[in-house]
């Protein structure tokens, strides 16, 4: 089955700087990567996804890149900002079947 | 998007019994996914449930434990059986909406099994 590594597992970066959150999976079948935010008590909040049949996408300050050759894609914030802090998760699944979750990745934003 | 609800929000339950717990969608969806996360951990799929069939269980998951009912196209039940401390965790239910056909998660049942 499909299994989904996320890395690192902890960021910190100044206010201003970009981070980086990167994800591997198994599956070559996998086409649909989603990545989703999850601030403390609250439910996972998507927000990028991206399909298997193009390589990049940018809503604002997020952007979403995929390599489905080496089976890894990465979530890119630019100019964060200290209420970009949480737990980042990435996810893959083969089309509407289960998604499967990376272990998360908590970034600090510091003022 | 979808909007999707969860009843209830949070519980304190004693070991041995049982709850169910309720997620209601606004839209009609096919499939309705009900995930696990406990505390400061990932999401892990319990099972998949379709209108008109049985759930489909992952790996560790037992109907038994676990019943999922599906009477509906916007609406799902999960009950969580005979729990244990160990139970203790958020229960998400989650559906694929939207043109983009993407992935939204309710809101969650914290639940606390002493």
């Known amino acids: 089955g499909e299994n989904v590594e996320q890395h690192p597992s902890t960021l910190s970066v100044q206010e201003g700087d970009s981070a980086v959150i990167k994800c591997t999976y198994s599956d070559s079948a996998s086409n649909y990567f989603p990545w989703y935010k999850q601030e403390l008590g609250k439910r996972p909040q998507l927000i990028i996804d991206i399909r298997s049949n193009v390589g990049e996408k940018k809503d604002q300050r997020i952007a979403v890149t995929l390599n489905k050759t080496a089976k890894h894609f990465s979530l890119h914030i630019t100019e964060t900002q200290p209420e970009d802090s949480a737990v980042y998760f990435c996810a893959a699944s083969i089309d509407t079947d289960k998604l499967i979750f990376g272990t998360g990745t908590r970034l600090q934003v510091f003022p | 998007s979808a909007v999707i609800s969860q009843k209830p929000s949070r519980d304190i339950c004693q070991r041995g019994t049982s709850l169910t717990i309720q997620c209601q969608v606004d839209?009609?969806?096919?499939?309705m996914f009900w995930y696990r996360q406990q505390p400061g951990q990932s999401l892990t799929l319990i099972a998949t449930?379709?209108?008109?069939?049985?759930?489909?269980?992952e790996s560790g998951f037992v109907i038994d434990k676990f019943p999922i009912s599906r009477p509906n196209l916007t609406f799902s039940t999960l009950t969580v059986s005979n729990m244990s401390p160990e139970d203790s965790s958020i229960y998400l239910c989650s559906v694929e909406a939207g043109q983009g056909a993407s992935r939204y998660f309710g809101p969650g049942t914290r639940l606390l099994v002493l």
């Open positions: 449930a379709n209108q008109g069939s049985e759930a489909t269980y």
């Open positions: 839209s009609q969806v096919t499939m």
